[in-house]
């Protein structure tokens, strides 16, 4: 899970927020996030096995997401909790 723990003010700053080469049981993982004017944009990379259940990114409101996108391409794998990305490296583009 990505992002679970992350201060609102954190993501929510006008330069966003990164994390660099983070060692985790799967490999390294790198990210960024960063606020739009309808959401967020997050940069997810790294030297890194994706799990059998995906990398899950947590989503950052408590209301549904109008739109994900990853990599360009809309995706219906998501909740009102987390989306899962299954590729790396991601653009994930979040709309509200």
């Known amino acids: ?3 679970a ?3 609102r003010e954190w993501i929510d700053a006008p330069e966003g927020m990164a994390v660099s080469h983070l060692p985790t049981y799967y490999g390294d993982l790198s990210y960024e996030i960063q ?3 309808s959401g967020y944009r997050v ?3 790294g030297d ?3 799990p059998e259940g995906k990398i899950k990114l947590k989503l950052f409101r408590e209301n549904l997401s109008k739109e994900i996108k990853i990599n360009g391409r809309r995706t219906d ?3 009102i909790d987390f989306v899962r990305i299954s ?3 991601a653009v ?3 709309y509200y």
Request: aromatic share 8%.
């Open 92 to 94: 994930v583009e979040i």
């Open 77 to 79: 794998t998501f909740t």
């Open 5 to 7: 723990g992350l201060y």
């Open 87 to 89: 590729v790396l490296p």
């Open 1 to 3: 899970m990505i992002g």
């Open 48 to 50: 890194l096995r994706i």
């Open 43 to 45: 940069k997810i990379d």
């Open 35 to 37: 606020p739009t004017q």
